[in-house]
């Protein structure tokens, strides 16, 4: 089955530095979105991104379909940036997400 | 803009016991979705629905049934607990292909 792989595990920053995530998948998507989920909370969805570059706010995602893999770019990194940063990908039936165990972040003040 | 309710936002059961976990959404968003987190393990697809009594299993449908009563709602049921059984189910709903937006989830402890 479709396989999503995120690295690295987890990542502390100082407040201001910046991070990449990575996310590689083992097969064909036909689409991809990143999302965030507070300690504790909900998940938010933090862009659809299923080929190309996309920004929103200090997000950035690029994603190189050809070679199964996005990265998320979090800029000027605030405490409020804590918590986990999951990878998802729509299978080619475009029915069903499969998920990565996630990023752990941390932001220190 | 629209919300998803789950309820209850804290389950505690007994061993062997039938467990039902509810979920309204007022998006008009034809697909609903299950999942299951557990620690270290990541979201997985217990069972989703593409349209009112529609269901379709995913990777985790065993030892549980869902029901999609009418698009608004779609339920699960936990056929029978296990003892010590810890998880987090998140109820979603999306537009086909489109974003999903999660529920606040269900804590589920199993004495």
């Known amino acids: 089955g479709q396989q999503v792989q995120q690295s690295p595990a987890s990542l502390v920053l100082q407040e201001g530095e910046n991070a990449e995530l990575q996310c590689n998948f083992s097969?064909?998507?036909?689409?991809l979105q990143w999302f965030y989920q507070s300690p504790g909370g909900s998940l938010v969805s933090l862009l659809s991104?299923?080929?190309g570059t996309k920004h929103t706010g200090r997000l950035t995602s690029t994603t190189v379909t050809k070679e199964r893999r996005s990265s998320l770019h979090i800029s000027s990194s605030q405490t409020t940036d804590s918590g986990t940063y999951l990878c998802a990908i729509v299978n080619s039936a475009g029915n069903k997400l499969t998920f990565g165990i996630g990023t752990r972040v941390l932001v220190r003040p | 803009g629209g919300i998803i309710t789950q309820t209850p936002k804290f389950l505690i059961g007994q061993e062997g016991q039938k467990l039902t976990l509810k979920c309204q959404q007022n998006f008009n968003h034809d697909t609903m979705y299950w999942y299951r987190q557990d620690s270290g393990k990541g979201l997985r697809l217990i069972y989703y629905s593409i349209t009112e009594n529609d269901l379709q299993k995913g990777d985790l449908s065993e030892g549980y049934d869902a029901s999609r009563e009418k698009k608004s709602s779609f339920s699960l049921t936990v056929t029978s607990a296990q003892k010590n059984e810890m998880a987090v189910f998140l109820c979603?709903?999306?537009?086909?292909?489109?974003?999903?937006?999660f529920g606040h989830g269900t804590k589920l402890s199993v004495l």
């Open positions: 991104n299923p080929s």
């Open positions: 979603a709903s999306s537009i086909y292909n489109e974003r999903l937006f």
């Open positions: 097969s064909t998507a036909t689409q």
